[in-house]
């Protein structure tokens, strides 16, 4: 009886917390998809970042296919860590550098010039609460439709059999630091808006949200994370600040480094 209680309990607040993030993303949603009244600027786009976005995202669908695909089969090492964090890095200097060869900004282009810290960090932790349930939800939905057989991330089984400090600390550096600056800079800070300028905010949304989610290679977790970056990508348009993304990726994989190492 007390299970069946505590089981209800638990399912009236998923609902109710799931209900309030829904209020917060679905009306920013349309604000940004619908009406295109979000924040983001793509008139710095030309057409060389067109052909440099296309390129991208091209390596990327074979990269997310190839990770997909072989989902399992290959045990994630350090060196396959470091040398993800080497290409991310390859590739946030090639976009930056590319900007300034250019005469553009990218602290312009990112939205990133005078913005107070604090106010930043209430807005990235307001829109990562809200995006916390919805995001279960999704997951749970897919628990319900697996029959919970989902399989954990390679990266995950990784840390959680890691006997060498050394394993543990690259992941962390790369899970909270690396990946979050990157791939804030690759998907929503260069390849959204560079798609919003040509094929607008709902398809370059849902295009880069796809791909990010594919590139972390599992399927079980592709729902949610195409979800988390749907997120990500509305939080900056409603900022205009890449740091909110940025900030919300952080805090999001250091919640989950913390439970997989502590807690899984």
Request: net charge neutral; glycine share 10%.
């Amino acid at each position: 009886m007390v299970n069946g209680v505590a089981f209800w309990a638990a399912l009236a607040v998923l609902v109710t917390l799931t209900a309030a993030g829904l209020r917060y993303y679905l009306p920013l949603a349309r604000r940004v998809l619908v009406e295109n009244g979000g924040r983001v600027d793509d008139r710095w786009v030309s057409g060389l970042d067109g052909l440099v976005a296309l390129v991208l995202a091209a390596w990327f669908v074979l990269l997310g296919h190839d990770a997909l695909t072989q989902e399992g089969e290959r045990a994630v090492e350090f060196g396959h860590v470091v040398s993800g964090a080497a290409v991310y890095g390859s590739i946030v200097l090639f976009l930056l550098g590319l900007l300034i060869y250019r005469n553009v900004s990218p602290v312009g282009v990112f939205g990133m010039g005078g913005e107070k810290f604090f106010p930043v960090l209430g807005q990235a932790l307001l829109a990562l609460a809200a995006a916390y349930p919805v995001l279960m939800l999704v997951q749970a939905m897919v628990y319900g439709v697996s029959g919970g057989e989902v399989s954990a991330q390679d990266v995950v089984k990784f840390l959680q059999e890691a006997e060498s400090p050394r394993d543990r600390i690259v992941v962390m550096v790369m899970a909270i630091v690396v990946a979050p600056v990157a791939e804030e800079v690759i998907f929503r800070g260069y390849l959204y808006p560079v798609g919003k300028r040509y094929v607008g905010p709902l398809f370059s949304l849902g295009l880069t949200s796809l791909l990010f989610a594919a590139l972390h290679g599992h399927a079980g977790s592709l729902p949610a994370l195409f979800t988390l970056a749907a997120c990500l990508g509305l939080a900056y348009e409603k900022s205009g600040s890449l740091l909110v993304p940025m900030i919300m990726h952080a805090v999001f994989n250091a919640v989950s480094v913390t439970a997989i190492m502590f807690f899984l």
